[in-house]
């Protein structure tokens, strides 16, 4: 699935977002330009920053700066020049280098060239973190150097729950691995629990678009025109046998439904060949893209629109997607601590977790419920922000289409009204979902004085029929919602996938001026 976000992150926005220095951040930057009043413009990694300095120094040449007051216009202290040829970083203040440790020394010279400022406590208690030997040089850096942009604590706990996320970040995977591994076990109780769990990520459930065509043909309602575009659908789908001139009456004769009652697909009921099938749905997504009589396109947008159940039944219960959504989010356990004064809180994924832990006697289930423990945990440190005025939300959440079993990855960031809550008329919303044929796809939806415009990210080439289709439908949808729809953009992946092995996730930085806001899917 997505094992980079960061890099899809990159993709969207401009990432020369705003620098925001604080007292006692170290940084390295190059003096650009001299201005009256000690000012001087620096480069930091290419972005520039003017600041006032204690003691002049030589434009074109690179320093280590302290910061000393980050407020209005940042007063710096020139702490040392920074010597680019140098083959082992250092940084002394007060005649005492900061760090001499290998792991130090790594990290120091990570921080300069990213552009991270850093304090002396974040360089010494990230250095003893990446002394970690079960984690890769690389992951380990990428990790705490994520921490102190985020300005998270360099704690061995997020550490470890960053990493994790890192390393696994598909929920539905470990959390069928673990699944499994209970059911070899005497955990009865256990494995029972984490199957009821599992079967409440039921998705929306779908329906071939052939079978609303094939309901235009049984609706009695359906007028003589109707049910002739019908008939001429199924010509250009080519079903066996049927001409666009075909006789409704001798069609169903010969294709009749043994059920037309029954939940079971009509086209399964209908056409007994496997081969026939996979055709006449190749021949759908070929199909829609031709041209079609006015009625034949109207019968097809409605299929399409029926293509996917507005409702999700889960142990019985019919509830919008949107509530089950909801739902998945307590399953899960995102809300546990929130919710921790509500006695007895109600049973979680992350609660049986937790329990697995402290009561298994196989070594090999608590290591695996303690991997997907770590991963929710790095789901809840990654919604943190260190913005007051913005709010930052991330959740993965395990989902099934059908028989696909995937992880829907949700971020939503926006301005935080005075309740504490995201602004829903000037947001942005982004999902990431891997989908069983359209492999990786991200919705970005932003939204701006209640204006939205949807963007779409796959590797497919852009439906232009199928969005022509889809784009009344979702007018009408927000206009009932007062909400004013823009159109729907369309982009392919570049050549660089954002698939890569490297799964740091790092949200993208929301620069003051933000006035929208993203979810990924």
Not at 210 to 238: G, H
Not at 322 to 344: I, R
Request: proline content about 5%; aromatic content about 6%.
């Amino acid at each position: 699935m997505f094992q980079n976000v960061s890099q899809v992150g990159n993709l969207l926005q401009n990432r020369e977002s705003l620098l925001s220095l604080k007292p006692g951040q170290l940084f390295s930057g190059k003096i650009l330009k001299h201005y009256p009043d000690q000012l001087a413009a620096l480069s930091i990694r290419g972005t520039t920053v003017v600041a006032k300095l204690e003691t002049m120094v030589n434009a074109g040449s690179s320093y280590w700066f302290l910061v000393k007051e980050g407020q209005g216009v940042p007063k710096l202290q020139v702490v040392q020049p920074d010597i680019a040829a140098a083959k082992t970083e250092t940084l002394a203040m007060n005649s005492t280098q900061l760090t001499t440790s290998k792991e130090g020394q790594m990290l120091l010279q990570d921080l300069k060239l990213t552009g991270t400022p850093f304090t002396r406590d974040q360089l010494k208690e990230g250095a003893q973190l990446l002394k970690d030997p079960s984690i890769s040089r690389q992951l380990g850096l990428d990790t705490i150097r994520t921490m102190i942009q985020q300005q998270l604590p360099l704690t061995k706990g997020v550490f470890q729950s960053l990493v994790a996320l890192a390393q696994s970040p598909h929920l539905s995977e470990g959390l069928t691995n673990l699944e499994t591994k209970l059911a070899s076990s005497a955990m009865n109780q256990s494995s029972q629990m984490m199957q009821a769990f599992l079967s409440r990520t039921d998705g929306p459930s779908t329906q071939s678009p052939v079978d609303q065509i094939l309901k235009t043909l049984l609706d009695r309602n359906a007028s003589p025109t109707e049910k002739q575009a019908a008939m001429a659908i199924l010509s250009k789908l080519q079903w066996p046998g049927v001409a666009s001139n075909s006789s409704v009456d001798s069609f169903l004769t010969k294709w009749m439904p043994t059920d037309v009652s029954t939940e079971i697909s009509l086209i399964k009921q209908s056409l007994l060949s496997e081969n026939d099938l996979s055709k006449i749905h190749r021949n759908w997504a070929s199909m829609i893209q031709q041209p079609t009589t006015t009625i034949e396109q109207q019968l097809i947008q409605k299929a399409v629109k029926e293509t996917v159940m507005p409702h999700v039944f889960v142990n019985g219960k019919q509830m919008t997607f949107a509530n089950q959504l909801l739902n998945l989010v307590q399953l899960v356990g995102y809300q546990d601590e929130e919710n921790v004064a509500n006695q007895p809180l109600a049973p979680s994924i992350k609660s049986l977790l937790v329990q697995l832990m402290g009561e298994s006697q196989s070594s090999e289930i608590r290591t695996q419920a303690e991997r997907v423990l770590h991963t929710i945990t790095g789901h809840q440190i990654q919604s943190l922000s260190s913005d007051p005025a913005f709010v930052q939300t991330m959740l993965s959440l395990p989902i099934t289409l059908g028989e696909w079993k995937t992880d829907l990855m949700i971020q939503w960031q926006g301005k935080k009204q005075d309740d504490t809550t995201i602004d829903p008329e000037n947001c942005r919303l982004l999902f990431f979902l891997e989908l069983e044929r359209l492999k990786e796809t991200m919705v970005q939806v932003t939204i701006q004085k209640k204006i939205v415009h949807v963007t779409v990210t796959n590797h497919q080439d852009r439906p232009d029929a199928l969005i022509k289709m889809l784009e009344p439908i979702i007018k009408q949808s927000l206009e009932k919602m007062d909400y004013q729809f823009t159109a729907v953009s369309w982009k392919t992946w570049p050549t660089e996938s954002p698939v890569s092995n490297n799964r740091t996730f790092t949200p993208p930085q929301v620069p003051t001026s933000y006035q929208g806001m993203d979810i990924r899917i």
